[in-house]
């Protein structure tokens, strides 16, 4: 008997097995998932929390009852991996051998990576988004806020899902209009990068959204510290910026197994071949979604993508042939802009976005790089996607290579190589 591991049974990890288990026989293989939690969240969803808090019921659901019938679950903190002896060993000393392991273990926010940000105003006027509790803290104090400067905070790249800080400044935007306090509401948009986001044509669409709602931007901050005392955040280059409200994404970081296991980077993501996610150090270990330190984005489509392909090769693979060459890095993102529109982008390791219809070329109905209220609709739509046909491992009528079909080239230079830090 072969034995499949997959550690994380997030979208990626639950992708995997989903996928893999139909294909790979019952009497000559195992698989195996493991999670340290019971509940699987729609991490999207966190976006609209601060705005409609009765939306969170609708987060998260039973791990178990997402996966195919014949993959094992355990729910058990993973400790470390011991690659050259193909064993992981767990927080309760226990141990599972394998012959192939995917590292599947996403990455989270850690405030603590950055002096002051869990200081006294941690959930008092410093919040984040990016976690339910988060979300749900900064809802409670959204209710009663009655205005100030909001400032919405990008601490370091990379971050899983980049336009979400974008998305939060946008609807915190039409959420005071609609209260009808944005007159008593300064918003400042602060990002380490030289633009509102990373790849140039998008960046400047995007800056003009910013505008036109009089979000200012705050770029190349580089954040030093949390003032909480002052309340102001305080840059590498002693720029100072005061805050009654501060909306961060904190720093994100791979699973601490990973730094244990001496197996990651600086911020403990898996160094993986970008085409095929199989590490160059060992053969048989593979790491998929955000766990992997690929130069594109952290996100959940990006996530599905990579398993449809993955899966194909992994099972090419078990038949003694090479892995295939394949991945391209294929992203696509909607940007919620509030008003009931949204922007989505698509693009991948070598092609920025670029505006055009999506998925079917010339007709859409999505529309690309462009506000529209059908993206809106297709966003929250995503959600039932997502639990009903994207975990269960169905395919989606969409390509999972990038296609420049239905694409418009506005920009000089359509190829732009991105690092791993610029996504
Ligand atoms: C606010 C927000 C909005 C987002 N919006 C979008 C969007 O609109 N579109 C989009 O494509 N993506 C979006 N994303 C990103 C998307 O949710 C993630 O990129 C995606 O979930 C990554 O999947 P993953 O499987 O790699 O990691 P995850 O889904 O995070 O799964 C990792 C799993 O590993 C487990 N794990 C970690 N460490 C251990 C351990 N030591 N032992 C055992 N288990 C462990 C975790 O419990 C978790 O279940 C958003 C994310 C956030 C936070």
């Not at 009765?54 to 991996?81: C, H, M, N, Y």
């Not at 505008?211 to 005392?229: A, C, G, Q, T």
């Not at 590490?279 to 979604?289: E, L, T």
Request: overall charge negative; proline content about 7%; aromatic content about 10%.
């Amino acid at each position: 008997m072969k034995r499949l591991l997959v550690l994380g049974a997030g979208t990626a990890g639950t992708m995997v097995v989903n996928k893999l288990r139909p294909a790979l026989a019952r009497d000559e293989w195992s698989i195996t998932v493991v999670d340290q939690n019971l509940d699987h969240h729609y991490q999207p969803a966190y976006l609209f929390v601060p705005f409609h808090p009765a939306s969170i019921g609708k987060v998260s659901r039973p791990r178990q009852k997402l996966l195919a019938d014949g993959v094992d679950f355990v729910v058990r903190e993973v400790d470390r991996v011991l690659p050259d002896e193909n064993l992981v060993r767990f927080g309760d000393g226990s141990e599972l051998g394998y012959d192939f392991l995917v590292i599947a273990s996403g990455t989270v926010p850690r405030p603590d990576q950055t002096e002051g940000m869990t200081g006294e105003q941690w959930r008092r006027s410093v919040f984040d988004f990016y976690t339910l509790e988060g979300a749900t803290a900064l809802g409670e104090r959204l209710k009663t806020w009655e205005g100030g400067h909001l400032v919405v905070h990008i601490t370091e790249m990379p971050i899983k899902c980049p336009p979400a800080p974008l998305e939060f400044a946008f609807l915190a935007d039409a959420h005071f209009r609609e209260l009808g306090i944005r007159d008593r509401v300064d918003i400042t948009f602060v990002t380490p990068l030289d633009g509102a986001f990373t790849k140039p044509v998008a960046s400047s669409q995007l800056g003009d959204m910013l505008k036109r709602r009089e979000i200012s931007l705050e770029p190349d901050f580089y954040i030093e510290r949390v003032d909480n005392e002052a309340k102001t955040i305080v840059s590498y280059d002693e720029r100072v910026i005061p805050f009654d409200l501060l909306v961060t994404v904190p720093v994100n970081m791979g699973a601490e197994f990973i730094a244990r296991s001496r197996m990651g980077d600086e911020l403990n993501y898996v160094p993986v071949d970008r085409h095929t996610f199989v590490s160059p150090k060992w053969n048989n270990v593979f790491a998929i979604g955000d766990a992997a330190d690929l130069p594109t984005s952290k996100a959940g489509s990006v996530a599905h993508f990579a398993v449809e392909t993955f899966a194909k090769n992994f099972i090419l693979h078990t038949q003694g042939r090479e892995l295939p060459h394949s991945f391209d890095g294929h992203a696509n993102c909607f940007v919620e802009s509030g008003g009931g529109k949204a922007m989505l982008i698509d693009f991948n390791y070598d092609t920025q976005p670029l505006p055009g219809k999506y998925p079917i070329p010339g007709v859409g109905p999505l529309t690309l790089l462009e506000e529209s209220r059908i993206n809106h609709w297709g966003k929250l739509m995503f959600r039932w996607i997502y639990w009903n046909a994207l975990l269960p491992g169905r395919r989606l009528p969409v390509p999972t290579a990038m296609s420049m079909a239905g694409k418009r080239d506005i920009s000089q230079d359509t190829k732009s190589t991105t690092s791993k830090e610029e996504v």
